[in-house]
């Protein structure tokens, strides 16, 4: 099974950006034909997806981080990104990046002034 591990997290102020990075061990031919999506969770609370991107490239956001957030991809590294703007103190949480069946430790992401 791949592992996954974000990078990215942090500290930033209401309405500030952070771009969220996942490499993985998957090998190409396994990670090319994926989907690849990101995920949150608060403490205490259900991990909820933020974003997916498919192979061919379409992407899916829910409406509470639809216009701010931006999944994408790059297949010669192997990598995927989460680009967020205009973040808000409600985006706080842990991000984790999913590949198949697999999940990476996740990354903090605080909003707050």
């Known amino acids: 099974q791949a592992r996954l591990a974000e990078s990215g997290g942090g500290l930033v102020q209401p309405g500030g950006s952070l771009r969220l990075a996942c490499t993985t061990t998957?090998?190409?031919?396994?990670?090319?034909?994926?989907?690849l999506a990101w995920y949150r969770q608060t403490p205490g609370g259900q991990r909820e997806l933020v974003a997916s991107?498919?192979?061919?490239?379409?992407?899916m956001y829910p409406d509470f981080v639809k216009g701010r957030f931006t999944i994408s991809r790059d297949n010669s590294r192997k990598r995927f990104y989460l680009q967020m703007n205009s973040l808000e103190p409600e985006d706080t949480a842990v991000y984790f990046c999913?590949?198949?069946?697999?999940w990476g430790r996740g990354t903090q992401v605080t909003v707050s002034s």
């Open positions: 999913h590949l198949g069946n697999a």
């Open positions: 998957a090998i190409t031919s396994v990670f090319n034909p994926q989907t």
């Open positions: 991107i498919t192979s061919a490239g379409s992407t």
